[in-house]
């Protein structure tokens, strides 16, 4: 069971099945509740998703009964069709962010991304930040200019222990020793192929984020001495 | 840390909405092989394998013990960057076990397993770049069955660079397509002959190196086809131009030492180098069939066209088997052999396996390395190599197969399972192919006899 702090509630009466669909695909957990009875689905939610395009006055209600409650920082997304753009007016208050239905599953999801990074993850520890880049320590992903950036196990744990000590000078052995561990045997070598395949994956305009330490090592990001 | 990898795995696949997994492994020939399932059945996967029928894979089970198993290498873990982005699918390389969990012997990936782990006992870790080949045709027609004649794309030589750049864009799509999926691009530029284009890879270990071919040959071949372009790996597809190779260098590190470098001697090799050299010489011929699997491949190993033909090796000359390139300022970290004759259209895992087998005996048994057959850069050419009296590679298929046959060497690296089956699978071929009629003889022969 997932606390309900990471699970996203949908006011919805049906809940559409793209939204439904997208949601799942996003890995989020998530609990749907007709628009007259948010106040009985309780809890504490990561963030609210307020479908306006089939029954736009039950939807308003909703919305403000959600901003009533005691936690009115929870972040929300509003669905409204095409035709109800002028309906946003004067609400502003009422959504942090609003999204046109029918919409591109991929929009949705930036949206939703987007949505609950700012609002939830920063909150957490668990997210390593360092310029274009990020990396979620809790489920294992990373984005570079906002695109997935896919990489393997030892690929992601080398990244993330650089990007953990940005500015600083490592030589291969102490990452090898500290990424790979003492028993691995392929030598400091290893370390300079994932340097190169990482460099690879971040793209030629990323890929000095890593950078080679003369006769020395890597770094991540600028020089301590740099400003 | 297995633990930990199957976990990382697992949370990329619901992270990112993977909807297919394939399972990768290889058949004995080196045709990429997959098996698809859905995330639900990943985990299982991972821990205990997916069985399968492997009588229907070549070179595989013989139909008594037919069931095999593959086990995911989770570290090989890579999303497929084409495809329906809204859909994504992953790729994950399989080692093939049998149902008791022992290494399957008619998998070319735990062949060699085996022989990297062989050269770690002995303290070395063997890495590999390989310089790949292959041409772009117009999609080829087939007509009753037969397939016309190749087009060439475009009408390049070596390194040409031309305003409508058809070729150069593929090159750029794929060397990001490759760079996505973690496999680092040294070069790439155009060959030679029309059509004809070369890749060089970054070097790494033996296993991911011979992993990284097999992606690399899909890869090639799915950004030409969404282009409407025909990527082929045959070795010699057009007479009268180069055929395409797959240069392989090569080195041995003991730890963070190039086993091969050594500052005193005057070419900077050690006499480690030397050893394996000798070893690859001494063994060439009968790795080639290997090397050079197919009919085709022994039409690109004749004079002219920069192809080896000769057990010689050089420092500068390009018609020789072993090439010593010269280091970059004199890089102790750069010293490394290259192996000129193989073809990509070759299994690497065999290719690498069997390089590696050869050159470990010239170290182990202390194998004295030859004169340089290249005094003069460039000046020695193939006719004076025969006047020398240095022997040749194998001239065919069916010479490389008999020299091979006879090889302990190849049969202990293969092993008896794969060594026994190549051998009928290759001389089945040069039985269609001695019996089949072409279109030389019939041009030559039909009105004059």
Redesign the interface.
Known sequence: MSRPADTVLVVADPVQPEVARSLD???YSWKAAAPGETDEAGGSWAGVIVDASVDPDSAWAALRAIRRRPDTLVPVMLLVGGGQLDDLEHRDELFDDFCLTPFH??EFGARLRHLLVSEVDLQRADLVEYGELTLNLE???AHIDGR?L???????ELLKFLAQNPGKVFT?EILLSRVW?YEY??????VD?HV??????L?EEHAGLIQTVRSVGYRFGQSRWDS | MLEQQRDYVLRSVEERGVRLIRLWFTDVLGNLKSLAISPAELDNALSDGMSFDGSSIDGFSRIQEADVLAIPDPDTFELLPWGDPQAPEARVFCDIHRLDGSPFEGDPRQVLRRHVQSAHEAGLTFYVAPDIEFFYFEPPTVDDGSVGRPVPIDNGGFFDLTTNDVTGDLRKQTIRTLETMGIPVEYSFHEDAPGQQEIDLRHTDALTMADSVMTFRLAVREVAARNNVHATFMPKPLERVQGSGMHVHLSLFRGDDNAFFDEADAYNLSPVAKAFMAGLLRHAAEITAVTNQTVNSYKRLVPGFEAPVHLSWARNNRSGLIRVPIAKRGNPLATRVEYRSADPACNPYLAFSLMLAAGMRGIEEGYELPEESDANLFEIDDAMLDKLGIAKLPQSLSDALAVMERSTLVQEALGEHIFEWFLRNKRSEWKAYKTHVSAFERDRYLTAL
Do not use: I, S
């Open positions: 695909l996003g890995g599953p991929a489920t294992y992903q997935p896919d990489m393997t196990y030892m690929e992601y291969r561990g045997y392929g030598g400091a070598r290893t192929v190169r395949r990482l460099r690879a994956k793209g």
